[in-house]
């Protein structure tokens, strides 16, 4: 299964960053760069974005790809979700927050996001 693809929520595509019980650091890095590489072939600000992180592990090279890929992906993204977070997921995102500078909803469920993902488009 590809953790970096597009999916489509009431006619409107979405780009799915599926990291929900990722716990290899390895294979987290190589999820992030094939995430960023995808970002990258698309034209500016055209992207909603939903990531996953449920169940998810990270170590502090995990948290830094994290960061660069939130950087990396401003300017390719007109709105942008996350998805089950933990209380440790939590004050990993305050990080990537403050590193990025962007703005990046946080919910509960994925339909939350996804409705509101296409509530921005």
């Known amino acids: ?16 960053l599926d990291y929900a019980g990722v716990r290899d650091p390895e294979e987290a890095l190589r999820s992030i760069h094939e995430s960023m590489r995808v970002v990258a072939s698309q034209p500016p600000r055209s992207l ?7 169940d998810a592990r990270y170590n502090a090279a995990v948290l830094q790809g994290m960061k660069e890929l939130a950087a990396h992906n401003a300017p390719y993204v007109k709105a942008s979700a996350v998805v089950g977070m933990s209380g440790l997921h939590r004050i990993a995102y305050q990080a990537v927050i403050l590193f990025s500078k962007r703005n990046i909803k946080v919910f509960d469920q994925e339909n ?7 509530s921005q488009s």
């Open 112 to 118: 939350e996001a996804l409705d509101w993902l296409v």
């Open 48 to 54: 909603l974005v939903m990531t996953v992180v449920r």
């Open 1 to 16: 299964m590809d953790r970096t693809r597009f999916i489509e929520h009431q006619g409107k595509r979405i780009l799915l």
